[in-house]
DNA sequence: GTAGCTAGCGCC
DNA sequence: AAAGGGCGCTAGCTAC
């Protein structure tokens, strides 16, 4: 074997490889030094020396560097703060020898940071290679690069240098791959080395496959599912060692050829720039994939990890009492509802009112699956609850794990739900989302307001219901919520009362289970307690994905006095058209305006402390301008070009009557003063309705959305949909031809281009027609546009990044959401820094001043809380 | 007990 | 035949 191992110790485990490769482990088995192993001065010598014939001779050389971490559980947590570094692996190609003179040539560096049984001799070997990670001179090549750069922070090490990340190579070249074929070195090197044994040997076998163990049956022998043990374990087994090493060694070998390979291929592809853009950035013909990932995505690897590695001060304080209010509120809202839910379904007092499939069964039984009418909700299900009173059935002596309860409709047991299912899910059944509820339960807090104002003494109705024994099981749980005396429901109203029923429901913005209850009191009861579970559904949104999880330690890291308080996301370019996700948590979809009732955003806080505050700064329209650049659309940019409420301009372009009202000086397009009311209303008040169908249509039609979509939207015929379509496209013809264009590139050659010339694959696109080819030639009109978006922000971000003065000022950008960053840093130079930060925004493109056809526009907050900032 | 699916929903 | 692009995360439930 050609390697060289160089050293030994610490505690250790398992590295990633990035996406989802699933790794459970198996129990530890405690570890004993095998008898005759020597480790420490020895390792820790061969180290240095080694490290020293890198600093000496091949300083110049590229090395690909890889980990393999222990103590982590990549599911769940973040990299940061998380992970111990067991060993690295090194290789920079196969002309070069680490070998003492004498032995047979070494090429692959095995660096052992574990050690055998004692920390310290990992920790000593570890701090001999701190010089070559940390020289920023020695250009490192590596495959996920955030993973390994904030687990070697753990150890105290900053790495510098970074020269390439091969999973971001393999992004550019092609955002498409999915499954098997993934991201992985072993898919990655599977694939770009066909026929080539040497590199292919990993592809074929995962680490689990290799060192993973049956857990142990209770007879002593090893089952069949095999688990991966701890990396640490696998390390240190005299069995296993020599293979594993080979194994991690290799995969720095791997990346190493990847990174050529997929240069090779880079380089050979030449990308179509949008010409402005080009000329500012001065990319010139011939420009290749490589030139882009060196210009744009190798820097923008960098700043993303640096962006991970600051994170985001959480207030948890605060996160604690929004949890209780929410909490509160839920449970509040959870009772209303199944008060009511369990006077007419007694089993309902055991039911789980966020469980979907409960829920459809109380409104829906017995209707008839949209996919397949031969198939029935039946008309009661059986579920399961766990027993956590302890409930003891008669004549069985231990309580059961789960008590069954059984569930028929809201309209008694037998009966078909009058409902007729407004929306389906994609198999068939009824929707329960919060549109279908909230059609059901009409205007929020309508229906309960008039039920407190009914003149007689039922006033809380709901809670007056005499309540009954349960022949069905226990209500041990919550005695509020016992059965009751199911009211008796009038199903045999006549068509006739059911008009004037849904009249008066619309009327008074009851929903629809007002006439289906018979109207009065029944019909508002069942209106409110449906409105109350779209509440108990919100909260419990904002409280498992948000409030709770922010409050964790997995993805947190700790203070000096050891609390934790920053959180780490994980940014990473893994989509289809450039955007960014973030992950562990997704800072990206935090509750934002009428959303955020807990007001989470205000736990995201600067240093304040410290002496910081927050920027935030978004861009306006920004996709929409870039459909107005690429498109050339006339109306789109005079539009921009004359500023002001974007919508608003665009109503008037559609109707004839809203422009004869403000040629006559009926309405104003705007009004600009705050301190003064305008003389006459302005057209966002005076045509709302016209207003907001532009709105929409703005956003729409860039994702491709057809007239038959719109007149589900606006609940219109699709005759009307598809004229106010055509009004739309009337007035930016260029528009839709730019569009018919990307189709016909899509269908063509296969890709559509981004405004740097990044390309996404659209192999659907050259088939036949079929339900691919259709979303093809929608991402064919969108992903140039929100690639284009992705691509500015990126340009932006790469200028705030590298920008001197805000390094001097000490200014950090923290997080991107698409067309939105913030920065923190200190309060007193904040409105320089802003300034800075929206003029980078603003000339994404090396600086340079006017090089859209529309001005890009950036608007700004200083602020303490990302809340506060909106 | 876990994996995978379905449904739903947060953001831009 | 379907009928708006791009994400990540959670919960419930079923099948293994």
Redesign the pocket.
């Known amino acids: 074997m050609e390697q060289s191992t160089v050293a030994a110790a610490q505690p250790a485990l398992q590295e990633e490889e990035l996406e989802e490769q ?1 790794q ?1 482990q198996a129990p530890r088995t405690p570890y004993r030094t095998p008898p005759g192993t020597t480790f420490g001065q020895r390792e820790r010598q061969e180290a240095a020396r080694v490290a020293q014939l890198i600093a000496s001779q091949y300083q110049s050389r590229w090395f690909a560097v890889d980990t393999e971490v222990s103590d982590i559980d990549v599911k769940k947590e973040s990299p940061c703060g998380h992970g111990r570094v067991t060993c690295l692996s090194l290789y920079c190609g196969d002309n070069v020898n680490f070998a003492l003179p004498g032995e047979a040539p070494k090429r692959q560096l095995w660096v052992d940071t574990l050690g055998m049984d004692d920390e310290e001799e990992g920790a000593a070997v570890m701090e001999e290679f701190r010089v070559f990670l940390e020289d920023p001179s020695i250009r490192k090549i590596w495959h996920n690069y955030s993973f390994d750069r904030h687990v070697l922070a753990n150890h105290g090490i900053v790495p510098r240098g970074f020269g390439a990340d091969t999973i971001h190579m393999a992004r550019l070249l092609d955002s498409s791959r999915r499954g098997t074929k993934s991201y992985s070195l072993e898919s990655l090197t599977g694939d770009y080395f066909k026929g080539d044994s040497t590199i292919q040997q990993r592809s074929k076998t995962s680490m689990k496959e290799l060192f993973g163990k049956g857990a142990l049956k209770k007879d002593g022998t090893e089952g069949k599912v095999k688990k991966l043990p701890p990396i640490d374990e696998i390390q240190r087994d005299p069995e296993q060692r020599e293979k594993f090493i080979d194994y991690s060694a290799f995969d720095a070998k791997a990346t190493f050829k990847l990174y050529e390979v997929l240069r090779e291929h880079l380089q050979g592809r030449v990308c179509q720039i949008n010409p402005p853009v080009a000329l500012a950035c001065n990319m010139r013909p011939g420009w290749t994939m490589w030139d882009l990932y060196e210009k744009f995505w190798q820097p923008f690897g960098g700043l993303l990890v640096d962006m991970e590695r600051a994170g985001m001060l959480v207030d948890r304080d605060h996160l604690a009492a929004a949890q209780i209010q929410a909490e509160a509120d839920q449970q509040e809202a959870r009772r209303f509802f199944q008060r009511w839910a369990s006077a007419r379904v007694p089993a309902a007092q055991h039911m ?1 009112v ?5 829920i ?1 069964q109380l409104l829906f039984a017995g209707v008839q699956n949209a996919k397949d009418p031969t198939c029935i909700l039946e008309p009661g299900r059986k ?2 609850t766990a027993n956590v009173d302890g409930f003891i059935e008669e004549g069985k002596k231990l309580a059961r794990k789960h008590i069954e309860f059984e569930l028929h409709g809201v309209w008694g047991p037998n009966k078909k739900s009058p409902l007729k299912p407004e929306q389906v ?5 009824p ?7 909230r059609s059901l339960a009409g205007k929020p807090g309508t229906a309960r307001k008039a039920l407190s104002e009914l003149p007689d003494s039922s006033i809380s109705s709901v809670d007056d219901i005499d309540l009954v024994e349960d022949p069905e099981g226990p209500w041990l749980n919550d005695p509020e919520l016992a059965p009751a005396k199911a009211p008796m429901v009038n199903l045999e109203v006549t068509t006739a009362e059911t008009a004037k029923l849904e009249a008066e429901a619309a009327e008074n913005g009851y929903g629809k289970l007002y006439a289906a209850f018979g109207g009065g009191k029944d019909g508002l009861e069942a209106c409110a307690a449906v409105d109350a579970l779209c509440n108990v ?2 909260i ?3 409280l ?2 948000f409030i ?2 922010l409050q964790g330690s997995e993805v947190a890291t700790r203070d000096v006095q050891g609390k934790p308080n920053r959180i780490h996301c994980s940014l ?1 370019i ?4 450039g ?1 960014l ?6 800072l ?6 009428e ?2 009732r807990y007001k989470v955003r205000k736990a995201f806080t600067a240093d304040i402390a410290n002496g910081n505050t927050l920027i935030v700064a ?1 861009y306006s329209q920004l996709e929409l301008r870039l459909l107005a650049h690429v498109a050339e659309c006339k109306s789109m940019l005079e539009a921009f070009k004359l500023g002001g409420d974007f919508h608003s301009r665009t109503a008037l372009g559609m109707y004839d009557h809203i422009k004869e009202a403000i040629d006559q000086g009926k309405c104003l397009l705007e009004w600009e003063d705050p301190t003064s009311k305008p003389p006459v209303p302005l057209l966002k008040d005076m045509f709302k309705s016209e207003r907001q169908k532009a709105k ?1 249509l703005n ?2 039609i860039a ?4 007239a ?3 007149a ?2 606006f609940k219109t015929s699709l005759d009307e949909a598809k004229q106010t379509v055509e009004r739309w496209y009337a007035d930016r013809p260029e528009v839709l031809k730019w569009q018919q264009a990307q189709r016909m590139n899509a269908t063509k050659h296969g890709f559509v281009s981004t405004l740097i010339g990044r390309q996404r694959q659209l192999p659907d696109a050259m088939t036949s ?1 079929s ?1 691919a080819k ?2 093809a030639l ?2 064919a009109i ?2 140039p546009i ?1 690639g284009s978006a992705a691509d500015v922000a990126t340009a932006a971000m790469l200028a705030i990044g590298r920008h001197q003065r805000l390094r001097e000022l000490g200014w950090t950008l923290l997080l991107q ?4 960053v913030i920065l923190e840093g200190p309060k007193e130079s904040a409105e320089e820094a802003q300034k800075i930060v929206v003029d980078c925004m603003e000339n994404p493109f090396d600086g340079k001043r006017d090089v859209l056809e529309v001005a890009l526009e950036v608007s700004s907050n200083i602020a303490d809380t990302w809340y506060e900032a909106k």
């Open positions: 699933e459970e789980n966020t469980s979907v499939a409960q459809q579920f399961k899910t994609p198999t068939g059944w929707a329960v989302s919060v549109p279908v509820l559904g919100a419990d949104t904002l498992s994905n709770l999880p990473n893994n989509t289809e058209t955007r996700s973030a992950r562990r948590p997704n990206q979809n935090q509750p934002a305006m959303k955020d978004d929409v956003f729409s994702y491709g959305k057809t038959h979509g719109l589900q939207d027609s339900k259709g979303h929608r991402a969108n992903t929100q959401v698409h067309d939105e």
